[in-house]
């Protein structure tokens, strides 16, 4: 008797498991509490009318594809948000533009003009010897910014990922090699 009450108990649990199903929460129809702002949208139509006024440049639409990837980690070789190199950020930045660049920095450095430090303008690439005994340019970073004397480029530092640094930075300033024009 004991036993039959056992099984009897174990086939309601089983039994009990299978049948609650939850309900899906999809065929509800979703409700909106609260409503947008006036105050947020407001400005954001007045810089949408502006954008359609002034269009960017292609340098401006490189450099915020560029600047998509900042805090994205140093993977040597990448070229994804999981990671990317140097060379790898500038790489799929200009990709996206439909401009092809090569994929490593030394040849990149091969391509576009030579221009001197005074007439750097947003969209020109930096490219550096970092190690003591590099023979070859083994960095490149793109101008974002320049304000005054300062140029700000963005690059990908094997200890702190996708970054903007300056060109003032003693370190960055000793490795500096030269600067190209692509566009």
Known sequence: MIRNI???LLLLIVASCGATKKKAAHSQER??????????SAPREERAE?????PK?????????ALTFSG??????????KGMDCSGLLYISFGEHDI??????????????PIRLKNIVKGDLLFFKTGKASKRINHVG?????????????????SRGVI????????????????????
């Open 6 to 8: 056992g099984y009897l």
């Open 31 to 40: 409700k909106v509490s609260v409503a947008a702002s006036p105050r947020i």
């Open 50 to 54: 502006k954008e359609t006024r002034r």
């Open 57 to 65: 440049s292609k340098a401006e639409n490189i450099i915020n594809t």
């Open 72 to 81: 994205v980690r140093y993977k040597y070789g990448g070229t994804t948000t």
């Open 100 to 113: 092809n660049l090569p994929r490593v920095s030394y040849q990149m450095a091969e391509q576009g003009n």
């Open 142 to 158: 793109m101008v974002v910014a320049i304000d005054g004397d300062d140029i700000k480029f963005i690059h990908s530092t094997t």
């Open 164 to 183: 903007v640094s300056s060109l003032h930075e003693g370190y960055w300033n000793y490795a500096f090699v030269k600067a190209t024009r692509i566009l």
